[in-house]
């Protein structure tokens, strides 16, 4: 439901699977701790910060009293306020507490490992928020050989937004030869053309071929991805409404 953009009904499930690990009061299992990470981030996506912040400090708070410092689930904790001291401006913060996570998965050596790139990833949309594009380059540029030496043991909806993120970078740069190979690039990777993850593509190629001038190819391009949104969502879904 989170991913689908359900919000309501995914924060309903999550206080829902928290109250039966409190009744059965296994307080310290990790499958409550992670019910109370991801309340934190489907409060931050919602745009409730004062609450994700309450259940994001929450959750670290217990990952690093009960599993340890140097656990994952710290790292993922501290990733994720990091993200959210992003969200609310506080970059400094944010930029500290990527380091910490990056840390954090440094010592257990998993470097080569997908919260590896997603903590990278996110630092990298940091660093282009600030300005700082080539150190946001250096980042993606690891994502990529990181979900490269993966493979299939990387999830293949991130591997796309990875590049979809580098792609978006270079054409923020103002490299669109760049970005639009990019994109190429990943319309062959998607074999499923009806799915939200082809549409999107879509929409962000147009966006792109706007900036280029090649407005020949831009309407049917929006009205794929306009069509692939609104047979999945529905007329009244964002992402449709975006693309409109």
């Known amino acids: 439901a989170f991913a689908m953009g359900r919000y309501m009904y995914a924060e309903k499930r999550f206080s829902t699977a928290a109250g039966y690990f409190e009744k059965a009061y296994l307080l310290r299992d990790p499958g409550y701790m992670k019910t109370i990470s991801n309340t934190g981030l489907l409060y931050a996506t919602m745009g409730r910060y004062s609450q994700a912040e309450n259940y994001t400090s929450k959750a670290l708070d217990m990952r690093q009293t009960i599993m340890g410092p140097a656990d994952m689930g710290v790292a993922a904790s501290l990733n994720n306020y990091a993200v959210l001291h992003y969200n609310l401006g506080q970059y400094n913060e944010s930029e500290k507490e990527f380091a910490s996570a990056m840390s954090v998965i440094e010592a257990n050596k998993q470097q080569v490992s997908l919260p590896y790139g997603i903590v990278l990833n996110n630092r ?103 069509d692939i949104y609104k047979n999945k969502f529905g007329e009244n879904s964002p992402a449709y409404a975006k693309v409109i």
């Not at 540029?141 to 999830?155: H, M, P, R, S, Y």
């Not at 053309?193 to 071929?209: C, D, Q, R, S």
Request: charged residues 25%.
């Open 124 to 226: 990298a949309m940091l660093f282009q928020c600030l300005g700082r594009y080539d150190d946001a380059e250096k980042d993606m540029l690891q994502v990529l050989d990181i979900g490269e030496k993966l493979g299939t043991n990387a999830k293949n909806g991130n591997k796309l937004r990875f590049f979809s993120n580098l792609a978006l970078l270079y054409q923020q740069m103002g490299k669109y030869d760049k970005a639009e190979s990019i994109y190429l690039k990943m319309q062959g990777r998607i074999l499923d053309k009806t799915t939200p993850e082809f549409a999107n593509l879509l929409n962000n190629i147009a966006i792109l071929y706007l900036v280029m001038g090649k407005e020949d190819k831009v309407e049917q391009m929006l009205q794929r991805s306009s």
